[in-house]
C-alpha cells in the first residue's frame, strides 16, 4: 500500500510564479516529513523538513506547509525559478527505531521560462 | 569524502548472475540505507544499519539480496542471481543520529 501519496505526477508553472506540490500521507504514526528534489542522474537532495509539532516550515524561497488533521503536506516555492525544474519527491518518517523514509512517486515539476 | 559515494555508477549484467553495489558513506555518519527506484516508482527502502549492525531488513524483496558493512563505513549490497525485476537505481544514504539522511548518486542496474 502506498502510504505516501504525490497524485501529480508533473507540474508546469511560469517562471515567477508560485510553484505548489502536494503530498498525502496515511500513516498516522508518521511524525517528520521532508523534501527531496532530484535532478536526472542524481540522487535525491535534502531541501526542506518539517516535525508534526509544527505547521509550517519557512527556508528562503521554500515553504512547507503541514495539515495533520488532514493528513497533507504541501511545498511551495516563490518565486519559481528555471533552475528548480526537477524532481520533487515528498518523504516521512517516524519513531520506529531506524527512521526509514517512505517516500512518495515524486512529481515532475517544470519552470517554463 | 564531501558526499555519499557509490560505484559502479552503472552496472549491466546478464540475468542470472551476482553483481555487488558499493557505497562510501559521508565520514563519520553512523547510519547508512540502501534504497531502491524502479522505474516510474517512488524510492523504496531495503535496508538500515547502524554501526555495522541491521537492525531492519525488511525491505529486502527476497533471500537473493543481502548487505553488510564493515568498520561502521563500506557498506556493499549483493544480489545473487539477478533477475530482470531487479533492474532499477540503487541508492545509498547516510545521516549522522537518524538526522537527515544525504543520497549518493546511485547504480543504475539494468539486467538484460
Known amino acids: 500500500d502506498q502510504q505516501v501519496k504525490q497524485n501529480s505526477p508533473s507540474l508546469s508553472v511560469q517562471e515567477g510564479r508560485i510553484s505548489i506540490l502536494n503530498c498525502d500521507y496515511t500513516?498516522?504514526?508518521?511524525?517528520?516529513f521532508l523534501w527531496y528534489k532530484k535532478y536526472p542522474a542524481e540522487g535525491p537532495t535534502f531541501l526542506i523538513s518539517?516535525?508534526?509539532?509544527?505547521d509550517k516550515n519557512e527556508d528562503g524561497r521554500f515553504t512547507v506547509f503541514l495539515n495533520k488533521s488532514a493528513k497533507h503536506l504541501s511545498l511551495h516555492i516563490v518565486p519559481s525559478q528555471p533552475g528548480d525544474s526537477a524532481v520533487y519527491f515528498c518523504a516521512a518518517s517516524g519513531n520506529f527505531g531506524n527512521e526509514k523514509l517512505t517516500f512518495g512517486t515524486g512529481t515532475r515539476l517544470t519552470i517554463i521560462p | 569524502g564531501a558526499g555519499v559515494s557509490q560505484s559502479p555508477s552503472n552496472k549491466v549484467t546478464e540475468k542470472g548472475k551476482d553483481v555487488e553495489l558499493r557505497c562510501d558513506p559521508i565520514s563519520g555518519h553512523t547510519a547508512l540505507y540502501w534504497y531502491r527506484q524502479s522505474l516510474g516508482q517512488g524510492l523504496e527502502f531495503l535496508i538500515y544499519f547502524q554501526g555495522n549492525s541491521a537492525p531492519d531488513k525488511s525491505g529486502l524483496p527476497s533471500d537473493r539480496f543481502s548487505a553488510e558493512r564493515t568498520g561502521g563505513s563500506v557498506s556493499t549490497l549483493t544480489i545473487q542471481r539477478t533477475q530482470q525485476e531487479d533492474s532499477a537505481v540503487y541508492l545509498c544514504?547516510?545521516?549522522?543520529?537518524?538526522?537527515?539522511?544525504?543520497f549518493g548518486p546511485g547504480t543504475r542496474l539494468t539486467v538484460l
Open positions: 500513516n498516522s504514526m508518521f511524525d517528520y
Open positions: 518539517i516535525s508534526s509539532i509544527k
Open positions: 544514504a547516510s545521516t549522522l543520529a537518524l538526522d537527515t539522511q544525504y
